[in-house]
C-alpha cells in the first residue's frame, strides 16, 4: 500500500496535560506513515510537562493557553477551538488531558478521548491516571481496559469507538495495572483513529 502523502493526512492537534506517552507513539506512527494523520500543534494545559519535550522532538509547534487558569470553561474552550481553527486542524485527540473543554456543536464527533477504564464504569469527574486503577482495584474487578470516545459535554460519556479489555491480577497494584491497561491503549488509539478516519471518508461521499 503506498505510503499517504502530505495532502493526504488528517491535520490534527493532540491536547495533553501529562508524559505524553501517546504524543510519542501518534507522532511514530505518523512519522513512519503508518497512520495518515499530521500533528500540526500540541496544546498543553500545563507548562513544563514530560509531553512538551516529545513535541520538541518531533518538531511539534506547542500553545499552553491560560496557564494560570484564569479563564472559565466556555472562555477556555472559544480560545481553543478559534486556536485550531485558525491553523487548520480538522481532529483534536486528547491524550491524557485533564481541563474541561466545552466542544461547540460544530466540532461533534471531531474530538477524541482516551480513558483508561472501560466506561461508563469508572468515568466522570476525579477519574483519571492511578485513580481510576486504584478504584478498579479497590472494587475487586478481574478485568479492566481502555475506551476510546468522541468527546461531548459530559465527562466520558461520547459515543465509544473502541473498548480493549486486559486481566486484572490479585497481585496488581495500581501502577501494573496500568502498565497492564496502557498496552492496550497503545493498540486502541491507533485504532479508532483510523475508524475515525474512514468514517470521515464516509461522510463525504
Ligand atoms: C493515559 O493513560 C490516558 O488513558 C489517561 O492519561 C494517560 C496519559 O498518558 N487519561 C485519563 O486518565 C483521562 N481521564 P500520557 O500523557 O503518557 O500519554
Redesign the pocket.
Known amino acids: 500500500m503506498p505510503k499517504p502523502t502530505q495532502q493526504t493526512r488528517l491535520p490534527v492537534a493532540v491536547m ?1 496535560s ?6 510519542n507513539h501518534l507522532a511514530q506512527l505518523a512519522s513512519s506513515g503508518e497512520l495518515p494523520i499530521e500533528i500540526c500543534l500540541c496544546i498543553s494545559s500545563r507548562a513544563g510537562v514530560g ?1 512538551l519535550q516529545f513535541a520538541g522532538h518531533w518538531n511539534i509547534p506547542v500553545e499552553v493557553p491560560d496557564p494560570a487558569r484564569d479563564l472559565s470553561p466556555e472562555a477556555y474552550g472559544e480560545m481553543i477551538f478559534a486556536m485550531l481553527e485558525e491553523r487548520g486542524v480538522q481532529t483534536v485527540i486528547l ?2 488531558f ?1 481541563r474541561f473543554l466545552p466542544i461547540p456543536a460544530r466540532w461533534e464527533n471531531r474530538v477524541l478521548n ?3 477504564s472501560l466506561l461508563p464504569a469508572f468515568g466522570g469527574a476525579g ?3 492511578r485513580h ?1 486503577h486504584a478504584a478498579v482495584i479497590k472494587r475487586g474487578c478481574t478485568l479492566s481496559g ?1 475506551t476510546v470516545h468522541y468527546v461531548d459535554n459530559v465527562f ?1 460519556n461520547g459515543p465509544i469507538l473502541v473498548q480493549r479489555s486486559c486481566k486484572v491480577h490479585a497481585s496488581d497494584d495500581s501502577d501494573t495495572l496500568a502498565s497492564r491497561v ?1 498496552e492496550q ?1 497503545l493498540i486502541a488509539y491507533p485504532e479508532a483513529i483510523r475508524m475515525h478516519l474512514a468514517r470521515m471518508a464516509e461522510s463525504e461521499r
Open positions: 495533553v501529562g508524559t505524553g506517552r501517546h504524543l509531553a491524550a491524557g485533564l482516551i480513558h483508561p477519574y483519571y491516571g481510576v481502555c466520558d496502557f491503549e
